[in-house]
T-cell receptor, first 111, second 111 residues
Framework: RKEVEQDPGPFNVPEGATVAFNCTYS??????FFWYRQDCRKEPKLLMS???SGNEDGRFTAQLNRASQYISLLIRDSKLSDSATYLC????????????FGSGTRLLVRP | NAGVTQTPKFRILKIGQSMTLQCTQD?????MYWYRQDPGMGLKLIYY???????DKGEVPNGYNVSRSTTEDFPLRLELAAPSQTSVYFC??????????FGQGTRLTVV
């Protein structure tokens, strides 16, 4: 079983749609959780951290369910510029703080 | 503030050649990482370092070596390049549990 699993997509949605991505992780001791965005052939960039209480940043909402080892990302009112790959990222449980990446979910927002 | 700088951006190697991918960060981060990303896949950890003088293997270390003589620099060495090492290489740094910052990547082709 992969340490971090995501649906690869692609999710093809019209502008203005709401879309949700899910992610599961295998190590219950994981401590930090993130969503990164990666544009084609570019480096990953932090979209948002994910906190146990859930958090929102504009059109983006992230949720963490530690009991189910599940992370979600909700994007409301999708824009063309949201088209990218969204990477679910979990920090390892040792002192190296290494990031463990899911394979990413591709989002295509059409006009 | 330059962040994480990688050089070169592109390189074509012949089978059996060697090269060093350079990575420098100016944020005084202790933790640095090398990842590779194959097409359509997530990032896989090659090597990491938790501070100057300390390095350790990640998930896919075979065929690579690293050194960390200073806090700023974390070069990745490829010895005897093979076609399987054709990939995009990303260097990242972070300050323990905070956001990780990535370089722009090195696109390597081995022919």
């Amino acid at each position: 079983r992969k340490e971090v699993e995501q649906d690869p997509g692609p999710f093809n949605v019209p502008e203005g749609a709401t879309v949700a991505f899910n992610c599961t992780y295998s190590n219950s001791a994981s401590q930090s959780f993130f969503w990164y965005r990666q544009d084609c052939r570019k480096e990953p960039k932090l979209l948002m951290s994910v906190y146990s209480s859930g958090n929102e940043d504009g059109r983006f909402t992230a949720q963490l369910n530690r009991a189910s080892q599940y992370i979600s990302l909700l994007i409301r009112d999708s824009k063309l510029s949201d088209s990218a790959t969204y990477l679910c990222v979990v920090t390892g449980t040792d002192s190296s703080y290494k990031l463990i990446f899911g394979s990413g979910t591709r989002l295509l927002v059409r006009p | 503030n330059a962040g994480v700088t990688q050089t070169p951006k592109f390189r074509i190697l012949k089978i059996g050649q060697s090269m060093t991918l350079q990575c420098t960060q100016d944020m005084n981060h202790n933790y640095m990482y090398w990842y590779r990303q194959d097409p359509g896949m997530g990032l896989k950890l090659i090597y990491y370092s938790v501070g100057a003088g300390i390095t350790d293997k990640g998930e896919v270390p075979n065929g690579y070596n690293v050194s960390r003589s200073t806090t700023e620099d974390f070069p990745l060495r490829l010895e005897l390049a093979a076609p399987s090492q054709t990939s995009v290489y990303f260097c990242a740094s972070r300050d323990s549990v905070a956001e990780a910052f990535f370089g722009q990547g090195t696109r390597l082709t081995v022919v």
